[in-house]
C-alpha cells in the first residue's frame, strides 16, 4: 500500500515506488483471476479487494474504474507475450525452429498464467471483442505470420494462408485450458493440469501443429 511520506525535493522515495508497483501487480493478479472467472459484467471490485486484502477505493486509487483496470488486465496479459516472443529472439533461428520454439514458450507461458484466456472468451461472448480490438493482439498474431511467412520463403513450411493458420495454431494450443471444465468428463480419472497431461498436451501440440505446417 502506498504510504505518503515523500523523499527530498517532493518526490516519492525508491522503497515508495516499489511498494506501489508490488501493490499494482498484485491487484492486477487479483482482479486477472475475477474476469476469468466471470467476464468484465460479472467482476465485483469487492470479491478483488478481498483477495488483495486492500479496500474499494485503493484499487480505483490506482486503476479508476472497474472497466480501466479490466483494460489493464488484458494489456498486461498481451504485452507479457509479446515480450517472452521478444526475448527469444526468433529471427535468429531458421523458421521451422522458431515456430516449435514458440510453441513451446507459449505454452509454458500458458500453463503458468491460465486465468488469461478465458478472459478472453468472456470479451467475445459479452463485449463482442470491444475492448480486445483497443489492444496489441495483433502483434503476437504478427509473430507467428512473419514466422510462416519467412518459413514458406526458405523452403521449410508448404503454401499457407499465414492469418488462418495462427488462428488455428492457438487454438490448437489454449482450447485445452479453456475448455477444461467441459473436457475433463471424458477422462474422469485423469488430473488435466497435472505434469503428465500438460506435458502430453504441449508434446502433441507441437507435434500436430509442426506436422501441418511443414512440407
Known amino acids: 500500500m502506498v504510504r505518503k511520506a515523500h523523499g527530498k525535493h517532493g518526490l516519492k ?14 491487484i492486477l493478479d487479483a482482479a486477472e483471476e475475477e474476469f476469468a472467472a466471470n467476464g468484465l459484467a460479472g467482476a465485483r471490485t469487492e470479491a478483488i479487494a478481498a483477495k488483495t486484502k486492500v479496500t474499494k477505493a485503493m484499487i480505483y486509487y490506482y486503476f479508476e474504474s472497474k472497466e480501466k483496470l479490466y483494460l489493464s488486465v488484458l494489456e498486461r496479459a498481451f504485452v507479457q507475450r509479446f515480450q517472452m516472443a521478444q526475448a527469444m529472439k526468433l529471427e ?16 509454458d507461458y500458458t500453463v503458468k498464467h491460465r486465468h488469461q484466456f478465458p478472459i478472453f472468451i468472456h470479451e467475445a461472448m459479452q463485449n463482442k471483442g470491444k475492448y480486445y480490438s483497443k489492444l496489441g493482439a495483433l502483434s503476437l498474431y504478427g509473430v507467428v505470420m512473419g514466422i510462416l511467412e519467412r518459413g514458406m520463403a526458405e523452403g521449410f513450411f508448404r503454401r499457407l494462408d499465414p492469418f488462418h493458420t495462427a488462428v488455428h495454431i492457438f487454438g490448437s494450443c489454449v ?8 473436457i475433463k468428463s471424458l477422462v474422469p480419472n485423469k488430473n488435466l493440469l497435472g505434469p503428465q497431461m500438460l506435458k502430453g498436451h504441449i508434446d502433441g501440440a507441437v507435434e500436430f501443429i509442426m506436422r501441418g505446417v511443414r512440407k
Not at 522503497?15 to 508490488?22: G, M
Not at 482450447?175 to 467441459?182: I, K, L, M, Q, T
Open 13 to 26: 522515495s525508491p522503497a515508495l515506488v516499489r511498494d506501489a508497483e508490488a501493490t499494482r501487480a498484485h
Open 92 to 107: 535468429s533461428l531458421p523458421a521451422d525452429q522458431a515456430l516449435e520454439r514458440f510453441i513451446r514458450e507459449f505454452l
Open 175 to 182: 482450447f485445452y485450458f479453456v475448455s477444461r471444465e467441459n
